[in-house]
């Protein structure tokens, strides 16, 4: 008996943008699935729902892993691939194991010779790059900032002077939606005046965002941020000394 392959599976970033933002062989494939591996039950089964999975619900196997799976469950997660059945990893939003639960998942797949197969879907990490006008040939994620200080300014400013030292690395993160106007106040405190600062908000919905400008224009023209998922990016500059 063959094996079966593991899917990474993503999911809209925003509400009601299934179609949209999801290709039709994807969503094929999808509902040809019935094993998954969900970072959160409950909007995995809403998710399929909305996807129009042809079997009840209640009939799929669905594994919640949480954010931070236990590796000693891996095994049993991937079972049903060695009985020639195929399993899809499931993020709460975009693509699984990119700032997301999975990478683990896969480790083990290759481990074990099971096919990693990655679905075409939205990333908002690689949305917000794409429309920040920031470097998109050198960049990295650096996951959710300090939220205490000093160590929130020194993050802050270590990212810049890593940027500045990488001769032009974006530096994207992200931050709780309820924390967002605190972030991009602590930005445009402590970046210099010509770094770029980027924020993304609700990419994909109704309320979509996203806008790049100096620390200076940021500080001159500010703005408050909704409580809803927002990607930040930053890239420094050389100032220009004038003779």
Known sequence: ?????????????????LEIYLPRKTIEKA??????????????RAFLKQLGHPKPIRELNIEEIGHQPDETQIDHWLA????????????ESGCPGIAD???QIVRRAHRK?????????????????????????????????????PERKDEIQRLEEL???????TELFIETPYRNN???????????????????????????????????EWRHNPVRLPKIPTVFG?????????D
Not at 80 to 91: L, M, N, T
Not at 122 to 143: H, N, V, Y
Not at 163 to 169: D, K, P, Q, T
Request: glycine share 8%; proline share 7%.
């Open 1 to 17: 008996m063959s094996k079966g392959s593991l899917y990474m599976l993503p999911v809209p970033i925003a509400e009601n943008a």
């Open 31 to 44: 509902r040809g699935i019935n094993n998954f591996l969900a970072e959160n039950a409950k909007t995995a």
């Open 80 to 91: 049903p691939i060695e009985k020639g059945e195929d399993v899809a990893v499931v993020s």
């Open 101 to 103: 639960p999975g990478a």
């Open 113 to 149: 010779g099971i096919r990693v197969i990655p679905l075409v879907g939205p990333s908002s990490l690689l949305l917000a790059l794409m429309a920040s006008g920031l470097d998109g040939q050198k960049f990295r994620f650096c996951g959710y900032l300090p939220i205490k200080e």
């Open 163 to 169: 940027s500045l030292i990488a001769n032009g690395e």
């Open 182 to 216: 605190a972030m991009l106040e602590d930005l445009t405190k402590y970046c210099k005046p010509t770094t770029s600062i980027l924020v993304a908000s609700d990419i994909t919905g109704p309320n979509e965002l996203i806008q790049t400008r100096t620390t200076s």
């Open 234 to 242: 930053l890239l420094a500059t050389k100032s220009k000394v004038r």
